[in-house]
């Protein structure tokens, strides 16, 4: 399936092709040989859920390949503090601009709003569930770094259980036949759906508890926040929320070559000592945000083909 015209939801709808046309074009974004495509498009960005990288590297994004951005950064700043509800906000704006970028708690939002809509919609972020665009940044990143993809090994640390980026990241280098281990305390482990898929895949996975157990041959150790924001009960976030924290030390324990990628925001499960290690990719991972939304937004506006 072509890119034009097409709501990008979850890694669910995607396929491997889809996936090295995103790095390509990703490439070809930063390399500078695409340029200009957003031009006389408007795209508004609605954020109903905090962010710093996703929605400020959106913004940057449209801005520098010519496009126009709209929208809020916060809901309180819309009618939604009006009571107008979600799915009459999402068929109002889809009259105001080419694409949307969506990013909402509920769970299934984007996926609600791709089905009103009459433009393309991006999800953003929807609660516990995906982050389709961090993904792709990810795999853009690891791309860079590797020039491959396939067979790596990843090690995925934190709140698996609701880390939308690592069910994302989980189902994308599935397709790419990764080995993974999965790193966390017994109760933030990765979701059974997920780790079904991956059996039904034929993709081969270990559970353990601390970055020392995943071995000395990790390519990428992808640590994640414990994200306070996603627990109904204050007293199960404290019983976690220190679990790890990544340090120099770790990363020699680990062999030493290991990559080491976040999403961002960090708190403190990686300690700043590891920011001066060449292994430290987390920055450069956050700016390859902007190369990435570019690229797909070019393409599901039909700028890119
Ligand atoms: N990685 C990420 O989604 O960061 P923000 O929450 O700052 O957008």
Redesign the pocket.
């Known amino acids: 399936m072509g890119f034009a015209g097409r709501s990008i939801i979850s890694l669910h709808d995607m396929t491997a092709g889809d996936l090295n046309r995103i790095i390509e074009a990703t490439y070809d974004t930063k390399s500078g040989r695409e340029s200009g495509f957003l031009r006389g498009k408007t795209i508004a960005v609605m954020f109903f859920e905090?962010?710093?990288?996703?929605?400020l590297s959106f913004e940057s994004a449209i801005q520098r390949s010519g496009g126009t951005v709209i929208g809020f950064a916060n809901p309180t700043s819309s009618s939604q503090s009006k009571g107008e509800s979600f799915a009459d906000t999402i068929r109002t704006v889809t009259g105001y601009c080419d694409a949307m970028v969506i990013?909402h708690p509920v769970e299934g939002s984007a996926r609600l709003a791709s089905d009103i809509a009459t433009v393309p919609v991006v999800n953003?972020?929807d609660g516990a569930n995906q982050?389709p665009t961090?993904t792709f940044l990810d795999l853009f990143t690891m791309w860079e770094s590797f020039g491959r993809l396939d067979g790596l090994h990843i090690g995925m640390l934190g709140d698996l259980k609701y880390g939308r980026?690592v069910h994302s990241l989980a189902t994308a280098m599935s397709m790419f036949g990764a080995r993974m281990t999965f790193i966390s305390p017994h109760t933030l482990q990765m979701p059974d759906m997920i780790k079904r898929e991956l059996t039904e895949a034929g993709i081969g996975f270990r559970e353990v508890r601390q970055p020392e157990e995943a071995g000395d041959d990790l390519d990428v150790l992808y640590v994640t926040r414990i994200q306070r924001e996603r627990f109904g009960d204050p007293q199960e976030y404290e019983s976690v929320a220190h679990s790890f924290r990544i340090t120099s030390e770790t990363v020699r324990s680990l062999g030493g070559r290991v990559l080491v990628m976040h999403?961002?925001?960090r708190v403190d499960e990686i300690s700043e000592d590891v920011d001066l290690l060449p292994n430290a990719i987390y920055f450069r991972q956050?700016h390859n945000g902007i190369p990435t939304r570019q690229a797909l937004l070019g393409l599901v506006t039909g700028g890119i083909s």
């Not at 905090?50 to 929605?55: E, I, K, N, Q, Y």
């Open positions: 905090p962010s710093t990288r996703t929605r990013r953003a972020g982050h961090q980026t999403p961002l925001p956050a």
